[in-house]
């Protein structure tokens, strides 16, 4: 059964980079793409971007300019980064694995609670 | 990239059937048969419930069933369960590699 689990800083201030990490349990990184979701409070839910094992990357161009994802072969696992955070950046980030080819979302994470300072 | 467009609410008795749309444009929803719906309860990751429009992963009763027509895609839920009081959310590929997302409906069962 595959099992994603997700860590990082939940607690930031304005102006710094928000930075997860979601480590896949059985199953490989070369396998799947792996994304990143965000869902502020009482909202609805966000793509922020993807990886696949390769290195290659796809985001949404709202938040191109701040989102790297990136991959880790070696220890299984993908992480996000997020700069120049504002409170706007509030939400409860969440890793999915993404079946490569067709666009959906089959397994989760239990998501990450992020909350930005002002 | 707007979010796509789903009410914010629908209802229904138990044993009911209620439909909830997801509208987008020919860029999205309208262009591929990449539209799938997550259910989601409070404080829980989001579910698939639908894939490619229509198909439904295993373990997903089959009171769930999607369909799409033009640019709108709709999510029906036969035989209402007390369980199925959720928010459900629609997306869709939206070209160029990138995803998109409904605002999401908060279905109560009455």
């Known amino acids: 059964q595959v099992q994603l689990r997700q860590w990082g800083a939940g607690l930031l201030q304005s102006s710094e980079t928000l930075s997860l990490t979601c480590a896949v349990y059985g199953d490989s990184v070369y396998n799947f793409c792996w994304s990143w979701i965000r869902q502020p409070p009482g909202k609805g839910l966000e793509w922020i971007g993807e990886v696949n094992h390769s290195g290659d990357t796809n985001y949404n161009p709202s938040l191109k300019s701040r989102v790297t994802v990136s991959v880790d072969r070696s220890k299984n696992q993908f992480s996000l980064k997020l700069s120049s955070v504002t409170a706007a950046d509030t939400a409860v980030y969440y890793c999915?694995?993404?079946?490569?080819?067709?666009?959906?979302?089959?397994?989760w994470g239990g998501g990450t609670t992020v909350t930005v300072s002002s | 990239q707007s979010a796509l467009t789903q009410p914010p609410s629908a209802s229904g008795s138990p044993g009911q059937s209620v439909t909830i749309s997801c509208t987008g444009t020919s860029s999205d929803v309208g262009g591929y048969n990449y539209v799938s719906w997550y259910q989601q309860h409070p404080g829980k990751a989001p579910k698939l419930m639908i894939y490619?429009?229509?198909k439904r992963p295993s373990g997903v009763p089959d009171r769930f069933s999607g369909s799409k027509s033009d640019n709108t895609a709709s999510l029906t839920v036969s035989g209402l369960q007390a369980e199925d009081e959720a928010d459900y959310y629609c997306?869709?590929?939206?070209?160029?590699?990138?995803?998109?997302f409904g605002g999401g409906t908060k279905l109560t069962v009455l």
């Open positions: 999915a694995r993404r079946v490569t080819i067709y666009y959906y979302m089959d397994v």
């Open positions: 997306s869709s590929y939206a070209g160029s590699n990138s995803l998109i």
């Open positions: 490619e429009v229509t």
